[in-house]
């Protein structure tokens, strides 16, 4: 499968736990963006990294959310103190040109 | 502002029938492109469509098309033949191509198709 991978799928954590999540982008893309979707909602952009570099986080990504793109392929974003309202759905996109292709999500359920 | 207006909440549509899914936008950026996406229960999004503010033509893919209509900034999904397969949630979005170039959504349109 050469599509964009995203682990887990589903993520049950109890609040105030910390939580990371890890998208593999399909090869040779070198854009990467999170978005995070709630019920009945259109994704929100969270994060975008070209390569290596984070070059731009959403004000909806606060000091306990954290992205890292180390070696330019593979992102991991990690929610520190997880709190109730962090239960959604967090997508994973790549792309290199006008298409930008998604990940199936990880779906984070904080109780 | 909102970018990008989905005002179809849910369509409904009888199997083998066209059915037209509305989008506006509103950017200021002269180069743009907008995509529509489908996304089954499953939760995955998965790439229909896409047209470029400067494509001449309207796209196509299969039986999907786009109806773009740019002095009235509107992008509509028209998929003809429906299926039973294609009732899910689309979703509309606009990338300015200036700055970050992600992509912003609408708030969908849940579309079920009756057999």
């Known amino acids: 499968d050469t599509g964009v991978s995203q682990n887990p799928r589903h993520k049950i954590t109890k609040r105030g736990q910390n939580v990371t999540f890890r998208c593999d982008p399909i090869?040779?893309?070198?854009?990467l963006y999170w978005y995070r979707q709630t019920l009945g909602q259109g994704p929100e952009f969270l994060t975008y990294?070209?390569?290596?570099?984070?070059?731009?986080k959403s004000r909806l990504l606060s000091d306990r959310f954290s992205a890292e793109r180390p070696k330019g392929s593979f992102s991991t974003l990690e929610i520190q103190r997880t709190e109730q309202g962090d239960s959604a759905m967090y997508l994973c996109?790549?792309?290199?040109?006008?298409?930008?292709?998604f990940g199936q999500g990880t779906r984070l359920t904080v109780v | 502002a909102q970018k990008i207006t989905q005002t179809q909440p849910g369509m409904f549509v009888q199997e083998k029938e066209a059915v037209t899914l509305d989008c506006t936008y509103d950017?200021?950026?002269?180069?743009?492109?907008l995509f529509w996406y489908k996304q089954p229960s499953s939760g995955e999004m998965i790439f229909l469509i896409y047209q470029g503010s400067y494509d001449q033509q309207n796209a196509t893919e299969g039986r999907y098309s786009l109806n773009f209509q740019k002095a009235r900034k509107s992008a509509n999904l028209v998929i003809s033949a429906s299926q039973l397969g294609d009732s899910a949630m689309y979703f509309c979005a606009m990338r300015e191509d200036t700055g970050r170039r992600a992509l912003t959504f609408g708030s969908g349109t849940r579309l079920q198709v009756q057999p």
């Open positions: 996109a790549s792309s290199r040109g006008n298409e930008a292709f």
């Open positions: 090869s040779e893309h070198n854009r």
């Open positions: 990294f070209q390569n290596e570099a984070q070059l731009e």
């Open positions: 950017t200021s950026d002269p180069s743009y492109g």
